[in-house]
């Protein structure tokens, strides 16, 4: 069965440090993964997605998610964090049975200043 | 703002009951998605809906049902309403059929039933 995994609930980083949030999946076939993030009380707003290609992929904000075949993980990443990046982080893989989003539990980024 | 609108905020009712959740998709979207958000399930697809037509139905119970009108807004309707159910149920839209692509979320109905 097709699953996306996010092991950390919660991770905290000082600003200006790097930051990166983990992610891997399980899929049959060839990945279609994806970043949101969730602001409080907002709905959730995409980061980036890795379809195929350079194993690096750019996303808003400043986010980048590097993509690893092997380790079949796709860790979001930032080079130096902002006290605006904490929010609800959501990593999601798309099940090819039904073309729809199987989403993470969610890990909450805490940026302390 | 994500061009998505969803309506109400917030809904409280009681156990039993019907209620209506609405969403007006992005202009221009012809996808609409619905999400249920809870703190002991997380993020369940519930049902798309594509220019009109159901596309892809996920974890929706019975009691729900939802559908997309003409003018491409959407409701979901949850009936018989246990404490369970709920949550903060979301709304997507999308340019396009597939998931692919980016998906625009509505601020959320948030839902509690007592």
């Known amino acids: 069965a097709q699953s996306v995994a996010q092991p950390e609930d919660q991770v905290n980083v000082a600003e200006g440090n790097p930051l990166t949030v983990k992610c891997t999946y399980s899929?049959?076939?060839?990945?279609?993964l994806f970043w949101y993030v969730q602001y409080p009380n907002r709905g959730l707003q995409f980061l980036l997605k890795y379809i195929t290609g350079d194993n690096l992929v750019k996303g808003s904000y400043g986010f980048e998610a590097e993509f690893n075949k092997s380790q079949t993980s796709f860790h979001l990443k930032k080079p130096s964090a902002l006290v605006s990046d904490s929010a609800l982080y959501f990593c999601a893989v798309r099940d090819d049975s039904n073309y729809q989003l199987i989403w993470g539990a969610g890990t909450k980024l805490i940026i302390k200043p | 703002d994500s061009g998505v609108t969803q309506t109400p905020k917030h809904l409280i009712t009681a156990t039993g009951q019907r209620v209506t959740l609405r969403c007006s998709p992005r202009?221009?979207?012809?996808?609409v998605y619905w999400y249920q958000q809870s703190l002991d399930q997380g993020l369940q697809f519930l049902i798309q809906?594509?220019?009109?037509?159901?596309?892809a139905k996920g974890n929706i119970l019975e009691r729900f049902s939802a559908q997309q009108f003409p003018d491409l807004h959407s409701e979901l309707n949850l009936s018989s309403l246990e404490l369970g159910d709920s949550a903060l149920y979301f709304c997507?839209?999308?340019?396009?059929?597939?998931?692919?692509?980016?998906?625009?979320f509505g601020s959320g109905t948030q839902l509690s039933v007592l």
């Open positions: 809906y594509y220019n009109g037509e159901e596309r």
């Open positions: 997507a839209s999308s340019a396009g059929q597939g998931t692919n692509e980016k998906l625009f």
């Open positions: 202009s221009g979207d012809l996808s």
């Open positions: 899929v049959s076939g060839n990945p279609y």
